[in-house]
């Protein structure tokens, strides 16, 4: 396990490595597992991309993000610029329903609201605005529509399963939560199991795919 300085070290050679990220003003302390990033960064998209970063790093337990976006002045945007922006980003965007979105903007930070089918169109409508000039943060409070009975949504994944040949459907039992679905069983290799998990990112309404499908070669063949 490794301590929190050398997670620390981990952190900052991470940050280093994306070039999109101006690290110069980045502070980093890591305690107890838990890194936080305080300091200014230039715009919402390298705040963004510094926290994805941390996600990589090997024994990081939780994230602070602390980085304030100080936007420079020749990048300063009024809130309705920003909201034509915006509007513009997501009606350009194939992925992105854009009649069923509303966006407010509110000292440079967007939100969205409304409802979508599919939880692809959620992520891509985030990632429309995110990179807008001038913009200082993002909040996708985008919904996604009623998924199906649980018992329908079993049904749907087991149809489309046992559609693809080789995945054998009768040995992967399927759990839903909410919009979160959580397959257990075992199957005959990796590319099962994330076949699988292909499948069910089809059933409109789901937001979180849970794999604990085990890989159980059959006897006697090639590991």
């Known amino acids: 396990m490794k301590t929190d300085q050398e997670l620390n070290r981990d952190v900052i050679a991470q940050l280093e490595l994306d070039a999109s990220i101006r690290d110069e003003d980045i502070a980093v302390r890591v305690k107890d597992g838990v890194a936080t990033l305080a300091g200014t960064v230039d715009d919402y998209a390298q705040r963004w991309a510094a926290e994805r970063a941390l996600e990589h790093v090997h024994g990081v337990r939780a994230i602070v993000n602390d980085l304030v976006v100080k936007v420079p002045d020749h990048h300063a945007r009024s809130d309705a610029e920003i909201a034509h922006a915006a509007l513009n980003a997501l009606r350009w965007d194939v992925q992105v329903p854009d009649p069923q979105i509303t966006v407010k903007v509110a000292d440079g930070w967007i939100m969205l609201e409304g409802e979508v089918e599919w939880n692809y169109q959620r992520d891509a409508a985030g990632r429309a605005v995110r990179y807008l000039t001038g913009v200082k943060g993002v909040s996708n409070m985008l919904r996604l529509r009623k998924v199906a009975s ?68 059959p006897i006697g063949a090639a590991v």
Do not use: C, F, Y
């Open 150 to 217: 649980a018992d329908d949504v079993k049904r749907r994944i087991s149809e489309m399963l046992t559609r693809q040949a080789e995945i054998d459907s009768g040995q992967i039992a399927v759990q839903v939560s909410g919009h979160t679905v959580i397959l257990r069983g075992a199957v005959r290799s990796l590319n099962e199991k994330r076949d699988a998990a292909r499948a069910v990112w089809n059933i409109p309404g789901i937001t979180k795919v849970e794999n604990d499908i085990r890989v159980s070669p």
